[in-house]
């Protein structure tokens, strides 16, 4: 059956509430915040009842006519924005901290004390079955604190003190492979910008790998382009 030439056309919603019902609904709900509600014009700061007997809200510039009109403004989304907004300009002019959110400025920088960089050697490999080439790189970190982390990044991403640093006459021609161990000092190493093979994911696979020796404190990458 057609349902979407009716009123309220969702299937199961029930039928459409005639004046009688809207009007017992709302008495029903006026009633109910004057028995939890006592509205006191003197602690109220944003109420006041003008020459005509009309009570107005200074905050949201409303009038209603009576007290329970009032009330069910309180309670309603508009005064309730007003609030929030009058809040914030308080704390704003007063210097007072508000809550606290978890974002990228909260949260302290992890510093250390640096120690120079580590020792690393680069060497090219060739896969014998499919002749792939790639690279194989091993960074000795003895005072390793943590499992060092790498990241390939483009010229585009390295700040502008390492982008000095680089040749910039053809920058889409290298990636940067910087890794960090703990305390040492990053370290980036250029390697041909082509295509990888590895996984979408930050996965291993037989060609794309790394590998941390708890004993020997060397951090090995490999990378194998496709």
């Given amino acids: 059956m057609d349902y979407s030439g009716r009123v309220n056309a969702k299937k199961g919603g029930g039928g459409v509430a005639d004046t009688a019902e809207t009007n017992a609904h709302t008495k029903r709900r006026l009633q109910e915040l004057l028995t939890t509600h006592v509205l ?9 009842r003008n020459h005509l007997g009309i009570l107005e809200c200074r905050l949201c510039s409303t ?9 069910s403004h309180l309670s309603g989304r508009k005064h309730q924005l007003n609030l929030e907004k009058r809040r914030r300009l308080d704390q704003r002019a007063t210097g007072a901290p508000g809550p606290v959110s978890l974002s ?4 302290p920088k ?36 943590d499992e060092p982390m790498f990241r390939l990044m483009s010229y585009y991403e390295l700040n502008g003190f390492n982008q000095k640093a680089v040749d910039t006459r053809n920058p889409e021609k290298y990636l940067y492979l910087v890794v960090s161990a703990e305390p040492y ?10 295509p990888i093979a590895k996984p979408d994911m930050d ?9 941390w020796d708890h004993d020997t404190k060397e951090f090995v990458v490999q990378i194998v382009y496709k």
């Fill in 185 to 194: 000092e990053n370290i980036a190493m250029a390697i041909p910008n082509r």
């Fill in 203 to 211: 996965q291993m696979s037989d060609d794309y790998w790394w590998y």
């Fill in 40 to 48: 006191d014009i003197d602690a109220d700061p944003y109420v006041f």
């Fill in 63 to 71: 009038t209603h006519v009576n007290e329970a009109s009032y009330i």
């Fill in 110 to 145: 992890r510093t250390w004390t640096k120690i120079g960089k580590p020792g690393f050697k680069m060497t090219k490999i060739r896969d014998p079955s499919t002749f792939r080439v790639g690279i194989l790189v091993t960074v000795k970190c003895p005072k390793a604190i």
């Fill in 104 to 107: 990228i400025n909260t949260i």
